[in-house]
């Protein structure tokens, strides 16, 4: 296997599955609790779990659930190997994500009011995420092995929100 067999959404499961591992539908569930980190549609972690095992990275059991049985699964060997090897790689800079930069460009085509106004109804969602993220770091205290490492990546999401919130009194200043 190489290492352009694994994907970023690759690697985000072999780090969600971590120790104590998980199925598909509790990546699904952590990806929807943190939806300032989601990289992907769903149904990616649902499959790519799957596609993890078959190359011997994650191994799997069916274990009981609340309502039916469950498959689980667990970091191989392997599996750590591939983390070990990626963190060996330099960490890229982030492309800067989304709508917003996008929508900004369109004002000299369909006026500045609306792209103000459109831009600025950002502010309910960075509030909105401010609170799950008040939420995941209380959460954060039930795992103490990742509790400082979830710390961190929490904080690093409040600076793209506080950056996003110094970027909305820019436009709201500048598209007055």
């Known amino acids: 296997m190489s290492s352009g067999d694994l994907t970023f959404i690759s690697y985000s499961v072999l780090v969600?599955?971590?120790?104590?591992?998980?199925?598909?539908?509790?990546?699904?569930?952590?990806m929807r609790d943190g939806p300032i980190y989601h990289a992907a549609a769903p149904s990616q972690y649902y499959a790519?779990?799957?596609?993890?095992?078959?190359?011997?990275?994650?191994e799997s059991s069916r274990e009981p659930g609340r309502t039916r049985e469950r498959t689980v699964y667990?970091?191989?060997d392997a599996g750590v190997e591939a983390l070990r090897e990626?963190?060996?790689?330099?960490?890229?800079?982030?492309?800067?994500?989304?709508?917003?930069?996008?929508?900004?460009?369109?004002?000299?085509?369909?006026?500045?009011?609306?792209?103000?106004?459109?831009?600025?109804?950002?502010r309910a969602?960075?509030?909105e995420q401010r609170a799950r993220l008040d939420e995941a770091e209380e959460r954060a205290k039930t795992i103490p092995h990742r509790e400082k490492y979830l710390l961190l990546t929490h904080g690093l999401a409040r600076r793209f929100l506080?950056?996003?919130?110094?970027w909305l009194d820019e436009v709201e200043r500048e598209l007055a």
């Open 16 to 30: 969600l599955v971590g120790r104590g591992g998980a199925s598909a539908h509790d990546l699904v569930q952590m």
């Open 48 to 58: 790519e779990p799957k596609r993890l095992e078959r190359l011997g990275l994650l």
């Open 74 to 76: 667990r970091l191989t």
């Open 86 to 122: 990626w963190m060996a790689e330099p960490t890229p800079l982030p492309r800067v994500p989304g709508e917003p930069h996008v929508r900004a460009l369109a004002a000299d085509l369909v006026g500045e009011k609306p792209v103000r106004e459109s831009l600025l109804a950002m």
């Open 125 to 127: 969602e960075i509030a």
């Open 162 to 166: 506080a950056a996003y919130d110094d």
